[in-house]
């Protein structure tokens, strides 16, 4: 009897999504990648996905060991199996990093970018968001003073989460020029051996269905 | 040669600081409360927790393991090392709550009151604060029809971190009344033998210095 593979619901403009599926290519774990269409609401989304999800929100992640949702808690399930990409020692170090994304920059880009993209927003909420990720930008800028990596010297999923939505940067309207340092550090997430951009490793092209 | 206690530094307004103490004294983890005023810029705060904080903000935790920052990061070091409070078989579960209480009733209450009371914010920031927390109540509200606490039979750190900021919900202008099943789920956690209010438990009197 062959074990099913763990299954990962996610979306292509979901960066949330996107951590944990790069995080699953990086540490090679094989896995089935479903695509949920998010435009029907919650409850007339893909059946399989409904009885799954406890939020009604991707990414969705099951194994053996269960459902998880939240992005950055699916990315400390994995890396406290595996032990690699900041699982191991560092295990304290990239909770702290993966907090501070989900008070920070994965909340201030990733709605300024949802609010510019997606949807009407009052222009003072843009500018309160503006504001925020302008100044997360100017925190995160002084990480790269000293180390290549939010960690040290090699990338780990706190460098995966905090980057997710930069990569969406533009659609932001954020100007990374800004910020050389934070540019430079994309520039060598990018050229890790596995890596993709969210809209090639997320496309529903790459889905199993 | 004595070890030397665990070291917390917070305050009285921050409902982040509440939540580790909270913790530590749920644990029955002895250690030193460090009071930090936050009324003075960052780089003129007391010299001790310029030295110690990462990011200039509490709480920051110290302990044998090292300096750490981000409520919710300190309460999965605490309970992985206890094994109680959500840090055993539940693990993956209680992270699963931290992540959402970050991402949601920890920024939408702790904004909307940090607005309200402390800052001067547009109507349409405090109006989108406001319907955030609404629509974070209403989904926390639904998990109190199947069990008493969010892991289960038993209160734990998902109970301590969502209901965090909640002991302010009036500094919010919040009605829980509203939310009979999240009121009733207060009143439960508030009767827990070592359990206190957070200007109770974060008085400048109840720190060593």
Redesign the interface.
């Known amino acids: 009897m062959s074990v099913p593979l763990p299954i990962l619901y996610g979306n292509r403009e979901s960066g949330h999504s996107y951590k944990v599926r790069q995080t699953l290519v990086l540490l090679g774990v094989a896995h089935e990648y479903r695509y949920v269409d998010l435009q029907p609401p919650r409850a007339e989304r893909r059946p399989d996905f409904v009885a799954a999800s406890p939020?009604g929100e991707v990414p969705v992640f099951i194994d053996e060991?269960?459902t998880?949702?939240?992005?950055?808690?699916i990315l400390?399930?994995l890396v406290?199996r595996d032990g690699r990409l900041g699982g191991g020692a560092d295990l304290?170090r990239t909770?702290?990093w993966?907090?501070?994304e989900?008070?920070r920059i994965g909340?201030s880009l990733a709605n300024l970018r949802f609010a510019l993209r997606f949807a009407a927003?009052?222009?003072?909420?843009v500018?309160?968001f503006r504001r925020r990720t302008e100044a997360d930008l100017d925190?995160l800028a002084q990480e790269f003073d000293r180390r290549p990596y939010l960690l040290g010297n090699t990338p780990s999923v706190a460098d995966i989460s905090c980057a997710g939505y930069l990569f969406f940067a533009d659609q932001a309207e954020i100007d990374l020029g800004r910020w050389p340092s934070v540019g430079g550090w994309l520039d060598r997430l990018a050229a890790t051996p596995g890596w993709a951009h969210p809209y090639e490793l997320m496309d529903a092209k790459q889905a199993v269905s």
Chains 1, 2 share one sequence.
Do not use: C, I
């Open positions: 939020y060991d269960g998880l949702a939240q992005s950055n808690a400390l399930h406290r304290d909770t702290q993966l907090f501070w989900a008070n909340f927003e009052d222009p003072a909420v500018a309160m925190r």
